[in-house]
C-alpha cells in the first residue's frame, strides 16, 4: 500500500520495522518534532533538532535524497530569510557588509533603504533555516510513512463514524479522479481545437478556469452517485462499525515510540525553558 | 451526500492549491501563490454547501501545508484556519444580507467589467493603506501624497465596480459578492500571513515578512475571488439548487 508521500511525490518509508507501526505512533513523532520547534530559537537547539528528525527519518527508512523535492521551497525560503534580516530589518550587531539603496528626503526626516548584514542577523537566519530543514523533515516523516489505509483503520479503531473514515478515504481517491477527469477535459478541448502548446499563457490559464465547470459538475455526478451506492449498502454518516476485518491494537514497540517522542519535546521544552 | 462532496471538493481543492503553488509561487512563502485557484472551488462551495466548503477549505489548506509546502503538522494545522477564514466570511455576509443565491445576469456588460473595477480598486486601496502604515505615518510627505492618491483612485474604481455589481442584476446578491470579495482577501490575509510570520508554533517566516506575504495573498485572493469565484457562481449555481446539494443552515 503506497503512502500520501509515496502517491504525490514518490517518497516512501522503508523500514518495514518503523512501517508496522501503529498509525498512532507513526502520528505522535513528527508530532512530537514539530511541537518541539517552538522551543529550538537558538542555532544549537534548532540544529540538534534537524539532526534528530534526520534520525528518525533514517530510523523509517526515508532516504534524505527525499529533501531533492523540497529543493525549491528550501532555498527560497532560506534566501527569503535572509533577505528579511539584512533587507527589511535592522538587527543590531557587528556590521559586515552595508550598502543603501535608496534615499528620499522626506517631511519627517529621511528615509533610507539599506542593505545592512550584521553577524547577529546571520545567527538569527542561521537558526531559522535550520529550523526549515526540521520542519519539512517532520512533514516528510508523517506522509512518507502513512498510508490511507492506515487512517482510514485508524480512524476505526478510534471508534470514529463511517461518514469520517468514508470521507478519508474518499479524499484520497478523488485527487486520482479529479487529474484523470481532467485529462478527460483537456482531451475534449484539444478534440474541438485548441493547441495548449500555442496558446499565450493569460488565454490558457482562461481555458483551464474555464474547464473548472466541466470539472465540477462532473464531481457533483460522482457524489451523487457514491451517496446513492452508500445509502444502498445501509451505511449511514453516524453509524458505527461494531467489528472489523482488522485487529489494529497498540504494542509494546508504538508505547515505546509514543513515549520517545513525548521525552523529545518534554527535553526541548526544559532546554528551552532554561535557556 | 454532503459528506462525500466534501471529499471529492477537498480533492480537487489540494490538487489545484499545489498546482497553484507550483506555477505561481510567492517566493519565499511556501504554500502561499500569486494566483491561489483553489479558493475559486472552496469559496463558492462555502456559499453553497455552508460549513462543509469552509471545511474543504481547511482540509485542503492543511495537506498543501504538509506537502509541498513543508511545514510541520502543528504549523499547518494553525495556518490552515486562514482557508477556512476565506470560505466563511463570504457565508456570514451571504446569511447576514439574506441574501438569495440568484446569479441571473440581466446586463452581462456590467457582471464583465465587475471583476475588474472591484479587484483593481481593492488592490489600489490596499497599497496605499499599506504605504502609508509603513512609511506615510513616519515620514510624512512624499508617502502620504501617494497614500492619499492611490486610496481615492482605489475607492473610485471599487465604488464603480459595486454600482456595476447591483446593475448587474439581483442588488442583494451581487452587494453581499462583492462585500465577500473585500473582505474574504483581507481577513484571510491577515490569518495567513500573520501565522506565516508573527504568530504560531513558531513562525516558519520572520515577522519582517508579514507585509509581502500578506500584499501578496490578498492580491491573489481578489483577482480570482472576482474573475473565477464569481464565474463559478454563475455557471453552477442552478446545478447546486437542483441536486439538493444547497444548504439553507450550516450542515444542512
Given amino acids: 500500500m503506497p503512502t500520501v508521500l509515496g502517491e504525490l511525490a514518490g517518497i516512501e518509508a522503508r523500514s518495514e520495522r518503523y512501517m508496522d507501526l501503529h498509525v498512532l505512533a507513526k502520528i505522535v513523532v513528527p508530532l512530537s518534532i514539530s511541537l518541539s520547534l517552538p522551543f529550538a530559537k537558538e542555532p544549537l537547539q534548532a540544529l540538534l533538532l534537524v539532526a534528530v528528525s534526520a534520525i528518525a527519518c533514517a530510523a523509517a527508512g526515508i532516504h534524505l535524497s527525499a529533501l531533492k523535492k523540497f529543493l525549491a521551497v528550501i532555498v527560497s525560503m532560506s534566501a527569503f530569510i535572509v533577505l528579511a534580516f539584512s533587507l527589511f530589518t535592522y538587527i543590531p550587531g557587528r556590521v559586515l557588509y552595508e550598502a543603501t539603496l535608496w534615499k528620499v528626503q522626506a517631511e519627517k526626516g529621511v528615509f533610507e533603504w539599506k542593505i545592512a548584514v550584521t553577524d547577529t542577523g546571520l ?3 542561521a537558526a531559522f533555516i535550520l529550523r526549515i530543514f526540521a520542519m519539512i523533515l517532520s512533514a516528510t516523516l508523517l506522509l512518507a510513512s502513512v ?3 492506515d487512517l482510514v483503520w485508524g480512524l476505526f479503531s478510534l471508534k470514529m463514524p463511517f461518514g469520517v473514515c468514508v470521507a478519508a478515504s474518499l479524499f484520497f481517491r478523488g485527487i486520482h479522479l479529479f487529474v484523470s477527469d481532467f485529462y478527460t477535459v483537456r482531451e475534449a478541448m484539444s478534440a474541438r481545437g485548441v493547441d495548449f502548446e500555442r496558446t ?3 488565454k490558457r490559464f482562461t481555458l483551464y478556469a474555464n474547464a473548472l465547470i466541466p470539472l465540477l459538475s462532473l464531481m457533483i455526478t460522482r457524489s451523487y452517485e457514491v451517496s446513492m451506492a452508500l445509502e444502498s449498502r445501509g451505511i449511514a454518516p453516524g453509524s458505527r462499525s461494531a467489528s472489523g476485518y482488522h485487529l489494529y491494537r497498540m504494542r509494546r514497540s508504538d508505547y515505546a515510540a509514543v513515549a520517545a517522542g513525548i521525552a523529545l519535546t518534554l527535553a526541548f521544552a526544559a532546554w528551552g525553558w532554561l535557556a | 451526500m454532503h459528506i462525500v462532496t466534501f471529499a471529492f ?7 489545484l492549491a499545489v498546482v497553484s503553488y507550483l506555477i505561481f509561487p510567492v517566493l519565499g512563502a511556501p504554500g502561499v501563490s500569486a494566483l491561489y485557484v483553489a479558493s475559486a472551488i472552496y469559496v463558492p462551495l462555502g456559499i453553497w454547501m455552508g460549513l462543509w466548503g469552509c471545511l474543504a477549505g481547511y482540509m485542503s489548506c492543511f495537506f498543501l501545508g504538509l506537502y509541498p509546502s513543508g511545514y510541520s503538522p502543528v504549523q499547518s494545522f494553525i495556518w490552515s484556519w486562514a482557508d477556512f477564514i476565506e470560505a466563511f466570511v463570504p457565508l456570514l455576509i451571504y446569511r447576514a444580507l439574506k441574501a438569495d443565491l440568484d446569479f441571473t445576469v440581466k446586463r452581462p456588460r456590467a457582471a464583465k467589467l465587475l471583476p475588474f473595477f472591484v479587484s483593481s ?3 489600489l486601496l490596499l497599497l496605499g493603506i499599506v504605504i502609508q502604515v509603513l512609511w506615510g505615518v513616519a515620514y510624512g510627505e512624499p508617502f502620504t501624497t501617494i497614500y492619499v492618491v492611490l486610496v481615492y483612485l482605489g475607492a473610485a474604481l471599487a465604488v464603480v465596480g459595486i454600482i456595476l455589481g447591483l446593475l448587474a442584476g439581483n442588488a442583494r446578491t451581487w452587494l453581499a459578492q462583492i462585500l ?4 474574504t482577501g483581507v481577513c484571510s490575509g491577515l490569518w495567513g500571513a ?6 504560531n508554533f513558531p513562525p516558519p517566516l ?3 515578512l508579514f507585509w509581502p506575504v500578506f500584499v501578496g495573498w490578498v492580491l491573489s485572493d481578489y483577482i480570482v475571488l472576482s474573475v473565477i469565484s464569481t464565474a463559478l457562481l454563475i455557471a453552477l449555481t442552478p446545478v447546486f439548487k437542483r441536486t439538493g446539494l444547497l444548504v439553507k443552515g450550516w450542515w444542512a
Fill in chain 2, 206 to 208: 520572520p515577522a519582517e
Fill in chain 2, 194 to 199: 500573520g501565522t506565516l510570520t508573527i504568530f
Fill in chain 1, 147 to 149: 498510508t490511507d489505509r
Fill in chain 1, 200 to 202: 499565450p499563457l493569460v
Fill in chain 2, 121 to 123: 480598486g481593492s488592490i
Fill in chain 2, 9 to 15: 471538493a477537498t480533492a480537487i481543492s489540494y490538487v
Fill in chain 1, 123 to 125: 545567527l538569527y537566519s
Fill in chain 2, 180 to 183: 465577500s470579495i473585500i473582505a
